[in-house]
């Protein structure tokens, strides 16, 4: 069974950084591609960036340059560093695990992330 449980969210004032990690369980973590989501109140869940099996990162366009996605199949966990942190970066961050074999994806709950302005 897969699970994803995401730390690091909390409270960050507007110029700040946070860092969140997602820890995978229950799959071969290697063969996974990995992502960031956001969801703000009202908005629907978009993308902030991925990092494929293989290393392959992508990003958002309002995240570029501030934000970075990293992986480490040792420990079988995915990064997202937050810097230069912006109000309208407030969102509930999930973590997202897709498998590269037959594209079947898996979801964590969420981490919340508000920024203060």
């Known amino acids: 069974q897969v699970r994803l449980v995401e730390s690091g969210g909390g409270l960050v004032q507007s110029g700040g950084s946070l860092r969140l990690s997602c820890a995978a369980s229950?799959?071969?973590?290697?063969?996974?591609?990995m992502g960031w989501y956001r969801q703000a109140p009202g908005k629907q869940r978009e993308l902030v960036a991925t990092?494929?099996?293989?290393?392959?990162?992508n990003y958002a366009d309002f995240v570029k340059g501030r934000f970075t996605i990293s992986r480490d199949n040792t420990k079988n966990a995915v990064y997202l560093q937050m810097n230069s942190l912006k109000p309208e970066d407030t969102a509930v961050y999930y973590c997202n695990a897709q498998n590269s074999r037959n594209s079947r994806q898996s979801w964590g709950q969420g981490a919340q992330v508000p920024v203060s302005s």
């Open positions: 229950g799959i071969i973590f290697s063969i996974y591609n």
């Open positions: 990092i494929s099996s293989g290393g392959n990162q």
